[in-house]
């Protein structure tokens, strides 16, 4: 009895023994064409197993548990990634040597920046996230940056300030805005090219991050590949035309690495009427490996583009002209010159120090950014308005008059627009060079003026407690002074312009010159000055079935306005330095995911982020004064999602659900109103305002043979406004006459009824089907159909406040404003479904040691015209005066929108010269 029992135990322990035996599974990854290995390859397991092999030989070794399943998963940024399947027995296991094939789907990225670098997307439409998505290779990220970007569609509603940008490790995120300027890297897509992208709260090795996550810009030229790249394209996007030349040396024995880029880019016209695009890129880096722990890197870009801007446009002026309509241009001497130009000119120099070992790595950098953001506009000075779509010129000013309806008028306006409906230049400099003028311009151009210089300092952490914890700190200070002013550009013909404000007849700058001529400064001028320090620390752990993170962060935040101009109408609370306005913050994530085997796991995390506003929504008219937004607060957000992984062979995917609020936020905006409360420019301060963003994301990848791929993707959100805000309408002038308006020109209009209403956050509903051919011989082909919904303008709160219920003129409510008639005047206008089909190819030669490709894409095949997103108007703020404007039914304030692009197409040729 005692030996069964005990050969019974000597068998169940040698089972055990061979059960925890550790094999190793080994082998070489390649590049195809040079057969030399592959910068940035990262190979992993099912349960979790990142590994990158030998730099030089390429060579890779795995420990993994016998009788087991595994898939290898193999990826390198501008490569094919390849999925190996294998069982581990009781010996261990070579696959040889593993050629990965160039992907020229990576020109894709060059067709994205087409559109990042639209003003349609980055002025107008406070930037989508597209750029943040060019480096992940998730099935519905890759959708929402390359086919619903075209539609201005965010991921989750987000806006890219919820993102974070950085370069070599430091942040590149405008105080400003908080969103990343793309245009300072525009055109070095062969140098940018290696980023690692964080999505939403994962752990990033760079920074604590955002909620919509974080992408690290890697410009060591020690990555990059040897050689010599040099490429063309042609568009009919936002430019016409683009060339681009790069060399890297690759990792040089002595230690030294250096690549240098340039490119330039051009259109007299892009696919919008009048928007020119004329754009120079530089970059260079150099890194020295001081020893094997060692290295510096030196980096430095500079990318000066200059860009026509147009405008969002009614549906009137849509059905006169066209979604290609552009008012911001007229011909003067038989070219093209637009009034709303934007320059862009912000060289950034780095430096970085890299300290790697078998337990830490450190960055450590600084970093130095100047330069200007200059955006040009018309000014007119007791003259008509020169805009042609200006409301008075339209048909619908006729229709809709108050005296009654003049169809012989308003048929007159039709025939005069469509036969001048461009901006009239010669008009312009006849009027300021009328003898009567004595040389003083009625209207000039003008540059709105942002000349800021950024100091950076960041270091990062990385130790490795044990191979399965590791722990990340840093801390980042950031010093920004930003210079704004408005500078004369062009007087147009006249000799000087008198600075004088038209609305209430004062004087801008009191202590200045009343007779400005060009490239003096005129109307405003002041100073932001901005500091603050980040700090951040991370833990994680990692398990064969489980892994989990903790993180939070601390940062102090500091804006101060400093007047330069004495302003008559704010006296001493315009010059000097004005109250600083101090925050502090935290913020606390955290996370867990259970693998239920290599093929299925699920994740859960969660965050809770106080955040302080960016200073565009600080100050409430920094132009004129040093007033702060009264009650201020710091912004905070509670955000979870949950995400089901699925990593079959031939199928992967994700289903990912999501909930977050945004609490006290503060909005700042500016446009002229007509209302009970007065008629002026204003500055609308929108505050306490929450919203909520809700909803699911779904991605499938199937790989029917090795030839064809299927995708499936698909996005269901549900984007509101989740409280009723106050709102303060602060005047330029005080002289407005109302019980309401205090003496310094405010007005306070109370809650806006808007709670319930949707965000104009882009499509809240998404869906992707695509099919992918790739031919043995180096030629591929793929389509994706794309339908994109419940899309809406964005609202106004003044007109959803209690002064839109009172008739100004006897101060008593208008008495058919029922609810039921506010109702249907205010219903909240929805966008038109959009359908969009687009199709990319290419093909690939190897020839005497060049590489050859060919990328093309087609968007918009079928040509269709489609919103993509607009605002209603706030000129009439009260029910009066909007329900006249209806009554035909062709409003002359009615909502504007922007427009997509039609059919456009993308060509890249690029050659490698392969080292």
Same mark, same amino acid.
């Given at each position: 009895?005692?030996k069964?029992l005990?050969l019974? /135990?000597?068998?169940? $322990?040698?089972?055990?023994?061979?059960?925890?035996q550790?094999m190793?599974?080994?082998?070489?990854?390649?590049?195809?064409?040079?057969?030399?290995? &592959?910068? =940035? &390859?990262?190979?992993?397991?099912?349960?979790?197993?990142?590994?990158?092999?030998?730099?030089?030989?390429?060579?890779?070794?795995?420990?993994?548990t016998?009788?087991?399943?595994?898939?290898?998963?193999?990826?390198?940024?501008?490569?094919?990634?390849?999925?190996?399947?294998?069982?581990?027995?009781?010996?261990?296991?070579d696959?040889?040597?593993?050629?990965?094939?160039?992907?020229?789907?990576?020109?894709?990225?060059?067709?994205?920046?087409?559109?990042?670098?639209?003003?349609?997307?980055?002025?107008?439409?406070?930037?989508?996230?597209?750029?943040?998505?060019?480096?992940?290779?998730? &099935?519905?990220?890759?959708?929402?940056?390359?086919?619903?970007?075209?539609?201005?569609?965010?991921?989750?509603?987000?806006?890219?300030?919820?993102?974070q940008?950085?370069l070599?490790?430091?942040?590149?995120?405008?105080?400003i805005?908080?969103?990343?300027?793309?245009?300072?890297?525009?055109?070095?897509?062969?140098?940018?090219?290696?980023?690692?992208?964080?999505?939403?709260?994962?752990?990033?090795?760079?920074?604590?991050?955002?909620?919509?996550g974080?992408?690290?810009?890697?410009?060591?030229?020690?990555?990059?590949r040897?050689?010599?790249?040099?490429?063309?394209s042609?568009?009919?996007?936002?430019?016409?035309?683009?060339?681009?030349?790069?060399?890297?040396?690759?990792?040089?024995?002595?230690?030294?690495?250096?690549?240098?880029?340039?490119?330039?880019?051009?259109?007299?016209?892009?696919?919008?009427?009048?928007?020119?695009?004329?754009?120079?890129?530089?970059?260079? *880096?150099?890194?020295? *490996?001081?020893?094997?722990n060692?290295?510096?890197?030196?980096?430095?870009?500079?990318?000066?583009?200059?860009?026509?801007?147009?405008?969002a446009?009614?549906e009137?002026?849509?059905?006169?002209?066209?979604?290609?309509?552009?008012?911001y241009?007229?011909?003067?001497?038989e070219?093209?010159?637009?009034?709303?130009?934007?320059k862009?000119?912000?060289?950034?120099?780095m430096?970085?120090?890299?300290?790697?070992?078998?337990?830490?790595?450190?960055?450590?950098?600084? @970093?130095?950014?100047?330069g200007?953001? *200059?955006?040009?506009?018309?000014?007119?000075?007791?003259?008509?308005?020169?805009?042609?779509?200006?409301?008075?010129? /339209?048909?619908?000013?006729?229709?809709n008059?108050p005296?009654? *309806?003049?169809?012989v008028?308003?048929?007159?306006?039709?025939?005069?627009?469509l036969?001048?409906?461009?901006l009239?230049?010669?008009?312009?400099?006849?009027?300021?060079?009328?003898?009567?003028?004595?040389?003083?311009?009625?209207?000039?151009?003008?540059?709105?003026?942002?000349?800021?210089?950024?100091?950076?300092?960041?270091?990062?952490?990385?130790? #490795?407690?044990?191979?399965?914890?590791?722990?990340?700190?840093?801390?980042?200070?950031?010093?920004t002074?930003?210079?704004?002013?408005?500078?004369?550009?062009?007087?147009?013909?006249g000799?000087?312009?008198e600075?004088?404000?038209?609305?209430?007849?004062?004087?801008?700058?009191?202590?200045?010159?009343l007779?400005?001529?060009?490239?003096?400064?005129?109307n405003?001028?002041y100073?932001?000055n901005?500091?603050? /320090? #980040?700090?951040?620390?991370?833990?994680?752990?990692?398990?064969?079935?489980?892994?989990?993170?903790?993180?939070g962060n601390?940062?102090?935040?500091?804006?101060?306005?400093?007047?330069?101009f004495?302003?008559?109408?704010?006296?001493?609370?315009?010059?000097?330095?004005?109250?600083?306005v101090?925050? @502090?913050?935290?913020?606390a994530?955290? =996370?867990?995911t259970?693998?239920?085997?290599?093929?299925?796991?699920?994740?859960?995390?969660?965050?809770?982020?106080?955040?302080?506003?960016v200073y565009q929504? &600080?100050?409430?008219?920094? #132009?004129?004064?040093?007033?702060?937004?009264?009650?201020?607060?710091?912004?905070?957000?509670?955000?979870?999602?949950?995400?089901y992984?699925?990593r079959?062979?031939n199928?992967?995917?994700?289903?990912?659900?999501?909930?977050?609020r945004?609490q006290n936020?503060?909005d700042?905006?500016f446009?002229?109103?007509?209302?009970?409360?007065?008629?002026?420019?204003?500055?609308?301060v929108?505050?306490?305002?929450?919203?909520?963003?809700?909803?699911?994301?779904?991605?499938?990848?199937?790989?029917?043979?090795?030839?064809?791929?299927?995708?499936?993707?698909?996005?269901?959100?549900?984007?509101l406004?989740?409280?009723?805000?106050?709102?303060?309408?602060?005047?330029?002038?005080?002289?407005?006459?109302?019980?309401?308006?205090?003496?310094?020109?405010?007005?306070?209009?109370?809650?806006?009824?808007?709670?319930?209403?949707?965000?104009?956050?882009?499509?809240q509903?998404a869906? $992707? /089907?695509?099919?992918?051919?790739?031919?043995?011989?180096?030629?591929?082909?793929?389509?994706?159909?794309?339908?994109?919904?419940?899309?809406?303008?964005?609202?106004?709160?003044?007109?959803?406040?209690?002064?839109f219920?009172?008739?100004p003129?006897?101060?008593?409510?208008?008495?058919?404003?029922?609810?039921?008639?506010v109702?249907?005047?205010l219903?909240?206008?929805?966008?038109?479904?959009?359908?969009?089909?687009?199709?990319?190819?290419?093909?690939?030669?190897l020839?005497?040691?060049?590489?050859?490709?060919?990328f093309?894409?087609?968007?918009?095949?079928?040509?269709?015209?489609? #919103?993509?997103?607009?605002?209603?108007?706030?000129?009439?703020g009260n029910?009066?005066?909007?329900?006249?404007?209806?009554?035909?039914?062709?409003?002359?304030?009615?909502?504007?929108?922007?427009?997509?692009?039609?059919?456009?197409?993308?060509?890249n040729?690029?050659?490698?010269?392969?080292?």
């Amino acid at each position: 009895m005692v030996k069964p029992l005990v050969l019974s /135990l000597f068998i169940f $322990a040698s089972l055990q023994a061979r059960a925890q035996q550790k094999m190793e599974v080994y082998g070489i990854v390649l590049d195809y064409n040079n057969q030399e290995a &592959v910068a =940035g &390859v990262q190979l992993e397991l099912p349960r979790f197993q990142v590994a990158e092999p030998d730099p030089i030989s390429g060579k890779f070794v795995f420990t993994v548990t016998p009788n087991v399943e595994y898939i290898l998963t193999i990826q390198a940024q501008d490569y094919i990634s390849k999925r190996i399947p294998f069982i581990v027995t009781d010996q261990a296991i070579d696959l040889g040597t593993i050629f990965l094939d160039r992907d020229i789907t990576y020109e894709k990225s060059d067709n994205l920046i087409t559109l990042t670098d639209s003003d349609l997307l980055e002025d107008e439409m406070s930037s989508i996230t597209s750029g943040m998505l060019q480096a992940s290779r998730d &099935v519905f990220l890759n959708r929402a940056a390359f086919d619903f970007g075209q539609a201005f569609f965010r991921v989750r509603g987000y806006g890219s300030e919820n993102g974070q940008v950085l370069l070599n490790g430091i942040p590149m995120n405008k105080m400003i805005s908080g969103r990343p300027q793309w245009n300072n890297w525009g055109g070095l897509n062969d140098v940018t090219r290696n980023q690692e992208f964080t999505q939403g709260l994962q752990l990033s090795d760079h920074t604590f991050g955002g909620i919509l996550g974080s992408t690290n810009i890697n410009t060591r030229p020690s990555g990059f590949r040897k050689g010599t790249r040099i490429s063309s394209s042609a568009s009919n996007r936002t430019y016409a035309g683009r060339l681009m030349a790069t060399y890297s040396s690759g990792r040089g024995h002595n230690g030294l690495s250096y690549s240098f880029s340039a490119s330039r880019r051009w259109a007299t016209e892009g696919y919008i009427e009048g928007t020119l695009y004329d754009a120079y890129s530089l970059f260079g *880096a150099l890194e020295y *490996a001081v020893d094997q722990n060692n290295s510096f890197l030196f980096t430095a870009m500079m990318t000066p583009n200059r860009r026509g801007r147009s405008s969002a446009i009614t549906e009137e002026v849509f059905n006169l002209k066209g979604a290609k309509y552009n008012p911001y241009w007229g011909n003067q001497k038989e070219a093209i010159r637009n009034a709303r130009e934007r320059k862009v000119a912000e060289p950034i120099l780095m430096l970085n120090h890299f300290y790697n070992s078998n337990k830490w790595d450190v960055n450590t950098g600084i @970093s130095y950014q100047f330069g200007t953001d *200059a955006r040009s506009r018309l000014g007119y000075y007791n003259a008509p308005n020169p805009d042609p779509t200006y409301y008075r010129y /339209l048909p619908s000013f006729y229709i809709n008059s108050p005296i009654g *309806a003049n169809f012989v008028s308003a048929n007159m306006a039709k025939v005069g627009f469509l036969k001048n409906p461009q901006l009239d230049w010669n008009r312009l400099y006849q009027v300021n060079t009328i003898p009567t003028m004595e040389g003083k311009s009625s209207y000039l151009l003008y540059d709105d003026t942002l000349k800021e210089s950024h100091l950076n300092i960041n270091s990062v952490a990385n130790y #490795r407690i044990t191979p399965s914890m590791k722990i990340d700190f840093g801390g980042t200070y950031r010093d920004t002074e930003s210079d704004n002013f408005a500078h004369i550009k062009d007087l147009l013909g006249g000799a000087f312009h008198e600075d004088i404000d038209r609305f209430s007849n004062t004087l801008n700058d009191v202590e200045g010159s009343l007779m400005k001529t060009e490239g003096d400064k005129f109307n405003y001028s002041y100073k932001i000055n901005s500091q603050v /320090l #980040r700090l951040f620390s991370q833990f994680s752990i990692t398990r064969s079935k489980w892994e989990g993170f903790l993180a939070g962060n601390y940062s102090t935040t500091s804006y101060q306005r400093e007047g330069l101009f004495r302003n008559e109408r704010y006296n001493e609370n315009s010059i000097g330095k004005g109250e600083k306005v101090e925050f @502090s913050n935290f913020g606390a994530k955290g =996370g867990v995911t259970y693998k239920f085997n290599g093929r299925h796991w699920i994740s859960l995390s969660g965050a809770y982020i106080m955040k302080a506003p960016v200073y565009q929504n &600080v100050f409430i008219n920094p #132009r004129e004064n040093n007033e702060i937004v009264p009650n201020l607060q710091r912004e905070k957000v509670n955000t979870v999602d949950f995400n089901y992984y699925l990593r079959m062979l031939n199928l992967t995917g994700r289903v990912t659900g999501f909930y977050s609020r945004f609490q006290n936020t503060t909005d700042v905006n500016f446009f002229y109103v007509d209302a009970g409360v007065g008629s002026d420019f204003v500055q609308e301060v929108v505050s306490d305002l929450d919203k909520l963003h809700m909803g699911t994301e779904l991605g499938l990848e199937y790989q029917v043979s090795s030839s064809v791929k299927l995708t499936a993707v698909a996005a269901v959100g549900k984007y509101l406004y989740a409280s009723d805000p106050m709102v303060t309408i602060n005047f330029d002038t005080s002289g407005a006459e109302d019980d309401i308006i205090d003496p310094l020109g405010k007005s306070n209009l109370g809650v806006s009824n808007i709670k319930g209403l949707k965000l104009s956050q882009g499509p809240q509903l998404a869906y $992707a /089907l695509g099919v992918e051919y790739r031919d043995p011989k180096y030629w591929w082909i793929g389509a994706t159909t794309n339908y994109l919904g419940n899309n809406f303008a964005g609202i106004s709160t003044i007109t959803r406040t209690a002064s839109f219920y009172i008739d100004p003129d006897t101060g008593s409510q208008f008495p058919n404003a029922t609810e039921e008639n506010v109702q249907k005047l205010l219903s909240q206008k929805e966008l038109d479904d959009i359908y969009l089909l687009n199709m990319v190819g290419g093909k690939s030669w190897l020839k005497g040691g060049k590489y050859i490709s060919v990328f093309v894409s087609v968007n918009n095949i079928f040509d269709l015209a489609y #919103r993509t997103g607009g605002y209603e108007q706030s000129r009439n703020g009260n029910f009066g005066q909007l329900l006249q404007d209806n009554l035909s039914g062709s409003p002359s304030f009615a909502p504007k929108y922007w427009y997509g692009y039609g059919r456009t197409y993308f060509i890249n040729l690029a050659v490698s010269f392969l080292c």
